[in-house]
């Protein structure tokens, strides 16, 4: 496969991950890709711009899934609220209470409706200014870690301002958003109106958007020849497109960093909810640690580990409705969730680096005598690599809360991943290697000094606020009073240069803060 890596066929791939978690169909981020390279041309950038438009509007909803388990808890399915809400003229308000007010009631119980338009009434705005900070906090912070560079960064952390300043997360106005920023949201929203309206529609929709949150001169630049560019980007496979539009020189990365970038997606397919902070990483590492000790050779290793950091990106295709139900699940609920392991490894074969790893991932639920998923594999058919991650997988999951159950000690998980070993569910040198590997975890040590300048004291912060705590609840765990609660959260934003609990967890994640057993 050769010693270096496109990032554009990484991240093409991977966002489509982003598109599902989105409530958007398959390949929209690419198709919003094609439209702001060629309209980052036609306004007359740079092509050290033109790249990082590319980069920006394939990445432009990354950060969306951090804030899942919020927009679940006030609104039900998060997936179909965020696909609304990319439909509708935001600083509209005639337009809020004829389509996204309704979208928003649509499947939600009859019994819960009135709460949930006093809420639009009361805390919409208020709402969807912490949803835009804190996705587009995250999407910075990911930029960063892929290496994007200074352009890219500052353009995702600015692709929620609008241009008449009622955005967010800085309320920036007009040119002070930047220009990258400014072609990625008009090339989402007309990629968005034109799959949902046709062209036509698509390019009166963004004239009357022009001068509320969108930059007027770049929508006149695309409804200039609106119907040929919306055609371009629908013309042929977007991800063979995507590749040929790229521009040069293209980015290019050694094999050795694929691991640092599937990390990155996994922290962000695990901050879907609260009691997964920390999975990915957790199964990377006891995959890495076990298939060492049972006699995997280096290359399959290397496979493994970034296979278990990316087998839960399927995650983000299913709601937050189905995955924090704390009661028995339905039939059809039981089906969204046996079908996140085939979407893991969809999402994988659509990239030609990680295709070779997807069926592996699309493994992590299968189990020796069948009884697993997606495929229901036997022994058989299962290679050793898909053993230890699907033992790793398990002792992860174990050692974490779920909405059914409280987490086990790792003790008690030891003993729990024993037991499946015994019962023919789960291979036993797998099980052993992951055992082995979870009893050299060395012990954390409460007081060590935390990563960007925290102190013990707001590393115990960091940790409650990534697990989902209010500052009342912060307040009672740590036995102080709320406000000082709330004074070492703002210590705590002030120290990593953010303003969201999104930014904060995933902050968590990149520095292994998250007090998980493994």
């Known amino acids: 496969m050769g010693e270096r890596l496109r990032l554009a066929d990484l991240l093409g791939g991977l966002s489509i991950a982003t598109d599902l978690g989105f409530g958007l169909p398959p390949e929209e981020a690419m198709r919003s890709c094609l439209l702001a390279t060629a309209l980052a041309r036609r306004v007359g950038l740079t092509e050290a711009e033109v790249s990082d438009a590319f980069y920006t509007a394939l990445l432009g909803h990354v950060g969306c899934p951090a804030l899942s388990h ?250 937050n409705v189905v995955w924090e139900k704390p009661g028995r699940l339905t039939g059809g609920e039981w089906e969204q969730v046996r079908m996140h392991a085939y979407h893991s490894e969809r999402i994988l074969a659509t990239s030609e680096a990680l295709a070779p790893l997807a069926r592996l991932a699309g493994m992590h639920h299968e189990r020796l005598d069948g009884s697993g998923y997606h495929r229901g594999c036997g022994a058989r058919d299962l290679p050793v690599a898909a053993r230890v991650l699907a033992a790793a997988d398990a002792c992860a999951a174990m050692t974490q809360d779920r909405p059914h159950r409280p987490a086990l000690g790792a003790e008690a998980a030891a003993d729990a991943l024993a037991g499946e070993a015994r019962a023919g569910r789960l291979d036993h040198d797998a099980v052993t290697g992951v055992l082995d590997a979870l009893a050299d975890r060395p012990p954390r040590r409460g007081r060590r000094p935390g990563p960007g300048g925290l102190s013990a004291r707001e590393v115990e912060v960091v940790r409650l606020v990534a697990a989902g705590c209010s500052n009342a609840a912060i307040a009672e765990r740590l036995v102080i009073s709320r406000r000082t609660a709330e004074h070492h959260v703002q210590h705590v934003y002030g120290k990593l240069g953010v303003s969201s609990r999104a930014a904060v967890a995933l902050f968590a994640h990149e520095h292994d803060l998250l007090a998980t057993a493994v």
């Open 70 to 319: 919020e927009t679940a808890a006030v609104f039900g399915d998060e997936r179909r609220v965020t696909a609304a809400a990319a439909a509708v003229h935001l600083a509209d308000p005639a337009e809020i209470a004829a389509g996204l007010v309704p979208a928003l009631l649509e499947g939600v119980p009859s019994a819960d409706r009135g709460r949930v338009a006093r809420y639009v009434a009361e805390h919409g705005t208020e709402f969807g200014r912490m949803y835009d900070t804190g996705s587009c906090e995250v999407a910075r912070a990911t930029a960063r870690r892929l290496g994007l560079g200074a352009g890219v960064e500052r353009a995702l952390h600015e692709i929620g301002e609008w241009w008449n300043g009622g955005g967010a997360p800085q309320g920036l106005r007009g040119d002070d958003i930047a220009v990258v920023a400014r072609i990625a949201q008009v090339a989402a929203d007309a990629a968005r109106l034109d799959h949902l309206r046709g062209p036509d529609a698509a390019v009166a929709a963004l004239r009357r958007r022009a001068g509320g949150v969108l930059d007027p001169g770049i929508v006149g630049a695309l409804v200039a020849d609106g119907t040929r560019m919306l055609a371009g980007s629908r013309a042929g496979d977007p991800r063979t497109r995507m590749l040929e539009v790229e521009p040069t020189p293209h980015r290019e990365y050694p094999r050795a960093r694929l691991p640092a970038i599937a990390a990155a997606f996994g922290d962000l397919a695990d901050l879907k909810t609260p009691f997964t902070h920390g999975h990915s990483a957790a199964v990377a590492r006891l995959s890495r640690a076990a298939g060492e000790r049972i006699g995997l050779d280096p290359a399959a290793v290397a496979s493994l580990e970034v296979a278990a950091h990316l087998h839960d990106l399927g995650r983000l295709a299913v709601s």
